[in-house]
């Protein structure tokens, strides 16, 4: 579930606010299609306010990468209860992509909204920041194509989830949004 999502600053001012605040950071960046492992902005609260900070997706355990935790019980899990408690960021993207059961690729959007939030934890694994997306089960606007979905934040929302942490329990039990869904292996056609 939500094994990659677009981050491309051409599509959204707000995401190139985001993507420049990274490069001047960490140099050099390379936005596109996110994948597990990448190196990705997440917004995280600080002192001065939000911030975006490049960290990497997924957990290592000793023989797998953990790139998502359910909402449903991540405050029970061991891996996940000290991130949910008090290291909790939010993912910027502009979209998330699925794979349907004929592994056709479709791309989902909140309608109307270019950008879109997905609620996220992280943890530091040898020095380094990581991070994986929550996840919760899938409403009808998505349901035909998988059972789970990335538990998106309202941009409204945001400012709670970081830094509220009796806030973030109503939000992991939230009902999600509808979204817009487009097939991504569009017909090629000469006429």
Known sequence: MCSRYPFTPEECPEILKIAEAVERQSGIWISGEICPKAQ????????QGIRAELQ???????????????????????????????????????GFYEWDAERRKYR?????????????????????PCFCI????????????????????KREAVRSWLEQPGEA????RRTPPRFVKTPMDAQLSLW
């Open 56 to 94: 990497t997706w997924g957990y290592s355990l000793s023989k797998t990468l953990v790139i998502n935790a359910r909402a449903e019980t991540a405050g029970e899990k061991n891996l996940f209860r000290e991130s949910l408690a008090s290291m909790r960021c939010a993912v910027p993207s502009t």
């Open 169 to 172: 329990g109503a939000i992991l």
């Open 40 to 47: 990705a902005p997440v917004l995280l609260s600080g002192r």
């Open 134 to 153: 929550l996840t919760t089960a899938a409403n009808d606007s998505l349901k035909a194509v998988h059972d789970r979905m990335p538990l998106v934040l």
């Open 108 to 128: 989902f959007n909140l309608p109307g909204e270019p950008v879109l939030y997905m609620a996220g934890l992280y943890r530091i694994e040898q020095g380094r």
